[in-house]
């Protein structure tokens, strides 16, 4: 066979399995494996056992291997030949939690194909995209693969997690421990999105994250404010009054130096930004918003990828149950967390944000902080050799040219990938800003699953082709 | 016997008869008459009927009324002769929630005698004080006149409801209804505190209540904040900057017209408040705290009394579980409650409110609001005539002049009295700032128990000697 009939025939094979891809992607959704809850720690090892087992069919040595938390799985082609460009596939099997439960439409933990309202066919389950789906993806693109050609066109190691969604601690302990299994040229990644439902994209910069809890204390016990009100400060106006300084009236973050390094987007880049018409029509129209809620002087495609953020992701004080309580609490606590752009020190900004609480502190009140993530944000290098491939080859899918993009989301491994194995990491991912990730009835396009499997197949061909 | 030795054998009848009415409150205690909670009703319903089957073996006909939500008593003195002072009595038989329930040292609705740390005997339950103990003064006072002279020295008709923690809307409905059996020269209320613990008081003001929820609405469903931040609305975000900015740097609301109508003291409550000379160290240290949180230009017993306040008094929004989650929620909302002095029009605090609040709203936001309370501040008239006579009985009880103050808190159904029976009320009680009504491990001072039953011997003994 030529290559190129020979990938038409890994093609072919995808579309030929593609309901049975379905079915074992449904069969891992299937298992509640949400790292953030003790209570699942048995179906994160669930996961773990049945991923291995699956991935072992497909010409791999398999491992389920403790970490400090979950357990990982490690799988190495026993076709390597060590001639050929070296690739590490990175995805995770655990999800967020799925509350409120009352939302969803179906149980999360029971996948199934639904209608969109605009007709298209989409997977509903949590995890269906976020990372189950998308991992998927590549997996099936290797069963592809071993199925037609007999083995993989590169040489592959498969790493997949359990701890993502909780911050990956432990796996960044194990990536030290193991670093050597791990050795590649590059990483791969698919747990980002496309440019829309039509357009695929390579991710080449990631904001990082700054993840703070802070808890604000006041009196040593719960107060009824029919005594102590007026005279006793309230954790909850303490807390609301330093918060809600946070943005001028301008949507700029005030925190003194927050914006320290942070680089504008060069003038090319901010003109191809203008061509792709992000507008608030297309972006916020969607969920129910209608004006840009960001920094006011800057594009609203500036306003998501390449400027820092600052949101409130949780609050809670006092009475919140129905109906009234005059109660002043001890205490009043909210999560806060900043997006971070190249060239900001996450360490810095963790403390700038310290500062600023406990310089807006009455004397009489005491902060507390916990720190849930502290990553830089990630330029990745434009010039790397694979990336030219998988642009290749996910322009000839979708019979649109792939754009380079950067993210808004962070994620932290690719860091952790560079320092520790010395990798670049190329990601490439078929998720869409409506898959609800992280909310109730999360969901998978049929289509990103399906055309996703056959992207990855024709950039392991593209990869075979390409220099390491 | 003379009427000097008659009340003297009555005092004696409440000491030898103490232990049985700590047992006769515990019994009342026991009852989980939570007026909140649904689940509680028939709770409610058991401790009506509990009182008054009791209330009926002192000599008055008693019945439980139905009202639009729990019942209430209604008491009758069967030797109301019509030719004498006729006092109404109310309290109420219902209590607050009890979460969070963890924080409380013993069970809720299992009353104990216990040491406090200073060495006072204390009695510990839900509602030891709020108002199970507090109006038990008032039965087992009655009681010991029963015992010892065969009858009350007044006429006498006693009301305790079951919602007065929820804002007792029935009630007022009930009280239009029944205000012909109802009819009394005054009314007289054991729901207020002491001055301090050596000093008893009587109440001669309290600041009415204006309780909001607002709902802050965003996208119509929750974000990812990697995805969305930066570009769509927090709801978070904009409720803390709105809250936050309610008050100014010194303490004073913010709202526009909030303090039209409010008086100063007069010069000469003020130059008597300052003697008594109630301070951060004696007020606010016991709690942890150390320093006035009102308004800087004010007296702390100016702040707690005669100024009216606003106090946040619960918020949610977003995650709040353990650990991080990216969200941007869909909304979030909290409880602010407004603490109101005479001069001030609750209907128009109410709306100055919801206008502060929209004027500052996103225009892609919504604000929904719920109003929890609405009462009015209430100033009683010094020169009531019950008045003298209570002041003067509570002076020779606890051998300190009786003080008249200013209380913080609401107590709406004082007004209901005026406006629908056209009574006024004498506000009598021992409760102590350190009390935790509202609030885990609730306690009544046993002296406060003990000398309150007397107090109130003596109080009916002056009643009957004062003019109608």
Redesign the interface.
Known sequence: MTETSQLQSVLDRVDADFDASVQRLFALLRIKSIS?DAAFAEDCKAAAAHLAADIATLGFTTEVRPTGGHPAVVARGNGNTGDRPHALFYGHYDV??V?PLNLWHRPPFEPAIADHADGRKIIVARGAQDDKGQLSTFIEACRAWKSVAGALPIDLTIVIEGEEE??SKNFVAFLEQHKRDLAADYALVCDT?MWDRDTPAITTSL?G?V?E?VIIK?????????????????P??V?????????DDNGHITIPGFYDGVKDVPPEVLEQWKKLNLTAES??KP?????????TDRL?IE??SS?P?C???????????????????AH?S??V?F?LVDGQDPKKIRDAFRAYVTARL???CKAEFLD??NAPAIALDWGMKPLAAAKRALTDEWGKEALLVG????IPIVADFKRILDVDTLLVGFGL?DD?????NEKYDVKSFHKGIRSWVRILAALAAAPK
């Open positions: 953030a967020q939690p509350d909780v911050g999105g904001r994250l993840y809890e006041a009196a040593d016990r719960d107060l009824h404010s029919g005594i102590y009100g007026g005279g006793a400060q309230n909850i106006r807390l609301t009054r330093i918060l809600g300084g946070l943005h972006f916020l969920i129910g918003l209608s004006i840009p809620a960001g920094e609203l306003q998501i400027r953020t949101d409130i992701n949780g609050i809670v004080g006092g009475y919140t149950g129905e109906g009234s309580k005059t109660v002043i609490p009043a909210a999560k967390s997006r009455p004397k009489d849930h993530s993210s808004g989301a962070s800003d609800n990730i992280h909310s109730p």
